[in-house]
């Protein structure tokens, strides 16, 4: 599966982006996604997952209720839809897929980074 991740930009607190992943290769609809996202001087984290189908998602706290994952299987593409942000979400998001149907924090196929940058 090759992923290109788009959408990052520059917002100010409060506002909202919505990511885009598109996937090739591999059969799309039955991989299993998530984004992660790395500030600078920071590992790597957990961001969102969601399931082959689409109709399960998982969120880490730091998100839940404000970020909303999704994905169009006949597109190939998944998306992250980020709203009130904090500058606390400043990094690199990356796109992953699994070769499972449904995974929450280890994947197989990674994207390159899109930089999201909040300022206050």
């Known amino acids: 599966v090759q992923l290109q991740a788009s959408g990052g930009g520059l917002v100010q607190a409060g506002g909202s982006l919505r990511l885009s992943c598109a996937a090739s290769?591999?059969?799309?609809?039955?991989?299993?996604m998530g984004w992660f996202r790395q500030a600078p001087g920071k590992e790597r984290e957990f961001v969102s997952a969601?399931?082959?189908?689409?109709?399960?998602?998982y969120y880490a706290d730091s998100v839940k209720g404000r970020f909303t994952m999704s994905r169009d299987n006949a597109k190939s593409t998944m998306y992250l839809q980020m709203n009130a942000l904090k500058p606390e979400d400043t990094g690199v998001y990356y796109c992953?897929?699994?070769?499972?149907?449904?995974?929450?924090?280890?994947?197989?196929?990674w994207g390159q980074g899109t930089q999201v940058t909040v300022s206050s």
């Open positions: 290769g591999r059969t799309f609809s039955r991989n299993g």
């Open positions: 969601i399931n082959w189908s689409g109709d399960y998602t």
């Open positions: 992953a897929a699994s070769k499972a149907t449904w995974s929450r924090y280890n994947y197989d196929y």
